[in-house]
T-cell receptor
Framework: NAGVTQTPKFRILKIGQSMTLQCTQD?????MYWYRQDPGMGLKLIYY???????DKGEVPNGYNVSRSTTEDFPLRLELAAPSQTSVYFC??????????FGDGTRLSIL | QKEVEQDPGPLSVPEGAIVSLNCTYS??????FMWYRQYSRKGPELLMYTYSSGNKEDGRFTAQVDKSSKYISLFIRDSQPSDSATYLCAMSYNTNAGKSTFGDGTTLTVKP
């Protein structure tokens, strides 16, 4: 099925470990986004990209890095995991003047 | 103060009820207004979006935007148990493809 695919679905990390959350879309969308959603809260924008090779910070970028080498992929990297980064992470994509399509999320716990 | 405030809920209604979900916002530059539905352990899915003020209807769902009051609403008629989910309002400045600011969500339960 066409859409936004996120892997892994669940992950437990130890404090200080690093990992990459993967996001890929097959709709040829230029815009891609990473959000985090804490329990009972809305979505907060971490990073976004308007096209391959172009990324920019969102509302809560500290502790994260991104890259966009292709139109399809937009991985999110955590370098030194901290308990405050326990959250559900959503990737989204959109084309010009279209609403955002979301993946089903990665549930990340840092202990 | 948050840019977007959403009625916190939770909201529990009997099947068939009319549901009203509401958000207020402080930034008059917002032009695009969206409502997303999020089922448990799933990503948000777009229900409706509107540009500027006015009403938009899609089946049992009606979205209203009042820019003069900085207030938006989503109405669900003849609510069904399958409507049980968290509803998120979202707003953006210059296109609905742009960065969006989300409300914290209202969890709705429709009881059979």
């Amino acid at each position: 099925n066409a859409g936004v695919t996120q892997t892994p679905k669940f992950r437990i990390l130890k404090i200080g470990q690093s990992m990459t959350l993967q996001c890929t879309q097959d709709m040829n969308h230029n815009y891609m986004y990473w959000y985090r959603q804490d329990p009972g809260m809305g979505l907060k924008l971490i990073y976004y990209s308007v096209g391959a090779g172009i990324t920019d910070k969102g509302e809560v970028p500290n502790g994260y890095n991104v890259s966009r080498s292709t139109t399809e992929d937009f991985p999110l990297r955590l370098e030194l995991a901290a308990p405050s980064q326990t959250s559900v992470y959503f990737c989204a994509s959109t084309g010009s003047d279209q609403p955002q399509h979301f993946g089903d999320g990665t549930r990340l716990s840092i202990l | 103060q948050k840019e977007v405030e959403q009625d916190p809920g939770p909201l529990s209604v009997p099947e068939g009820a009319i549901v009203s979900l509401n958000c207020t916002y402080s930034n008059s530059a917002f032009q695009y207004f969206m409502w997303y539905r999020q089922y448990s352990r799933k990503g948000p899915e777009l229900l409706m979006y509107t540009y500027s003020s006015g009403n938009k209807e899609d089946g049992r769902f009606t979205a209203q935007v009042d820019k003069s009051s900085k207030y938006i609403s989503l109405f669900i008629r003849d609510s069904q148990p399958s409507d049980s989910a968290t509803y998120l309002c979202a707003m953006s400045y210059n296109t609905n493809a742009g960065k969006s600011t989300f409300g914290d969500g209202t969890t709705l339960t429709v009881k059979p």
